[in-house]
């Protein structure tokens, strides 16, 4: 397992923008899929966007394909979620999940879990 620590969350309005960064330990990241979930208050845990290790492939959520780009920096350890045109229904907390497999899209696939962090989108 790899442990990761999210960085970067705030309070934004509406239409404005926030870099998330996700920092893993271990020299095995680059094999990792690497995934952000968010849940907001009173919902379940949803999927966000993932990028697969091997193709290096970007996967979205539709209610964020547009605003949001996923990506990584294997020499960093690291991985980035750029979030755009932001809405108030995109306030949750975001976490960050590393995965063993090529493609991850659902919670139960991924293994090791960042403590989150909190994304307030005020409008």
């Known amino acids: 397992q790899v442990q990761l620590v999210e960085s970067g969350g705030g309070l934004v309005q509406a239409g404005g923008s926030l870099r998330l960064s996700c920092a893993a330990s271990?020299?095995?990241?680059?094999?990792?899929?690497m995934g952000w979930f968010r849940q907001a208050p009173g919902k379940e845990r949803e999927f966000v966007a993932a990028i697969s290790w091997i193709s290096g492939r970007a996967y979205y959520a539709d209610s964020v394909k547009g605003r949001f780009t996923i990506s990584r920096d294997n020499a960093k350890n690291t991985v980035y979620l750029q979030m755009n045109s932001l809405k108030p229904e995109d306030t949750a907390v975001y976490y960050c999940?590393?995965?063993?497999?090529?493609?991850?899209?659902?919670?139960?696939?991924?293994?090791?879990w960042g403590q989150g962090t909190q994304v307030t989108v005020s409008s």
């Open positions: 999940a590393a995965a063993q497999l090529a493609v991850a899209t659902s919670s139960r696939e991924y293994e090791s």
């Open positions: 271990g020299r095995t990241f680059s094999r990792y899929t």
